[in-house]
Each structure stands twice: as structure tokens, then as C-alpha cells.
């Protein structure tokens, strides 16, 4: 009697699998994340160099291309104060992430999102693209010159409210199916395959017992009366 093997999955679900299949569901928050992170790296990294002289500055440093002009000059701090503009970036960056992974969080619970993170997030773009639009000017028309990892900021920035206003025009539709519940789906299918196999096993013990009993009953039945 042959024995039927149990079926396995086609691909073992592993942290990682589920990693990617979130960021390919949420490109959008995956994005920006990933914009948060590559902005807070570079803003610390300036912080850095701002408070010490003995971290060099890997950048051009002559021509139209000067991030030592730019990093130097009167328009690197906040307005008023000794604050290297990176801090507030720093506070920026961490804010920017700070809500894109609560909104992937949500989607790996399969949960629906809080109404008020895509406002908020745009709402937060909006006040960085504002910022750098004033740092650009400062960098162009009053230094007059470029700064290369001021300008990887400026993009990560207009990126992310790019995203961010897409995201909020798409507000009121259907959020993507969580990807998690792909797996309890396919164990059913195996169970419902398995379920399709079991009726064609004999049946033994109790579902065999009233078979039994019937026949039993019948032959008692049949038996000649006994005589006094």
C-alpha cells in the first residue's frame, strides 16, 4: 500500500521574503524610508564635519562646485543662531522616517493605516521643500556656489514630497492586501487537497462500529426461537 508523501511549499517564508514583499506593496513608504535614511547619514555626517575640523570634507572644494564655501558661509547655520542647518535636517530626516515605517507597520499587521499619516507626511514635505527652496537661493544667488551633498539633500527632499503629495491624491483608494495572509491561503489549499484524498482511505475503528452492529441486529433477528 503506497503512502501519500505530504506536499511542501514552493518557497519557505523567511524574514527576508516578507521584507520584500512589503516594500514591493508599499513602494511608497519603502521609498521613503530609504530616502530617510540616506538623508540622515549624509546630515550627520556634516554635523560632524561642522563641529570638527579633523573630519575632512569629501567634496570639491574649487570653481562653481564648492561644498567649503557653501558649508562655511553665513547661510550654513539657522538664521539668528550658531546651529549648523544639518541639525534641523537631522530632526527632519528622523521625523520623515519615523512615519513611513509606522505606515509599514500597519501594512505588515494588515491593519489600516491612521487617516492622518499621509496629511502629515505631506504636510512635512511641504515644510522641507520650503527650506530648500531658501537654501538653494542662498547657495546660487548670494555664495554663489554648489554644494554636491547639500544638493543630494535638496533632491531626497523634493522626491519625498513628490511622493508624499502622490500618496495623499490617492488617499481614498483601496490600500494593497497584506501580504501576509498569502501564506494561511496556501496552507488551506494544501488542507483542501489533503481533505480531497482522506474520503478515498477505508474507514476503521468507531466509523465501522454501527456497520457492525446492523449486521449483528440482522442475524439475531433471523435466528429460530429457541424452544422451552
Given amino acids: 500500500m503506497g503512502s501519500i ?17 512589503l516594500a514591493r506593496a508599499q513602494l511608497g513608504l519603502s521609498a521613503l524610508a530609504l530616502m530617510a535614511v540616506v538623508g540622515l ?11 570638527d575640523s579633523g573630519v575632512p570634507l569629501v567634496c570639491n572644494t574649487g570653481g562653481l562646485v564648492s561644498c567649503q564655501s557653501v558649508t562655511t558661509s553665513a547661510y550654513s547655520v539657522v538664521p539668528g543662531t550658531s546651529i549648523p542647518i544639518t541639525i534641523p535636517g537631522i ?13 509599514l507597520r500597519w501594512a505588515a499587521r494588515g491593519e489600516a493605516e491612521d487617516a492622518r499619516l499621509r496629511p502629515t507626511t505631506l504636510l512635512l514635505t511641504i515644510a522641507g521643500l520650503a527650506f530648500v527652496i531658501y537654501l538653494v537661493f542662498c547657495e546660487i544667488v548670494l555664495v554663489q556656489r554648489i554644494c554636491e551633498w547639500c544638493t543630494v539633500i535638496h533632491l531626497i527632499t523634493l522626491a519625498a514630497f513628490l511622493i508624499a503629495l502622490t500618496r495623499w491624491q490617492r488617499r481614498d483608494e483601496p490600500a494593497p492586501l497584506p501580504t501576509q495572509r498569502a501564506a494561511p491561503a496556501h496552507r ?4 483542501t487537497r489533503v481533505a480531497s484524498i482522506a474520503p478515498s482511505t477505508p474507514t476503521v475503528g468507531r466509523a465501522a462500529s454501527p456497520a457492525l452492529s446492523h449486521r449483528t441486529r440482522r442475524s439475531l433477528n433471523r435466528r429460530p426461537p429457541t424452544s422451552r
Wanted: charged content about 15%; overall charge negative.
Fill in 91 to 103: 530632526l527632519w530626516f528622523l521625523a520623515l522616517g519615523g512615519l513611513a515605517i509606522a505606515g
Fill in 5 to 21: 508523501a505530504p506536499e511542501r511549499d514552493e518557497q519557505a517564508e523567511t524574514p527576508i521574503s516578507r521584507l520584500a514583499a
Fill in 41 to 51: 547619514g549624509i546630515s550627520i555626517y556634516l554635523t560632524i564635519v561642522h563641529y
Fill in 188 to 191: 488551506a489549499t494544501s488542507a
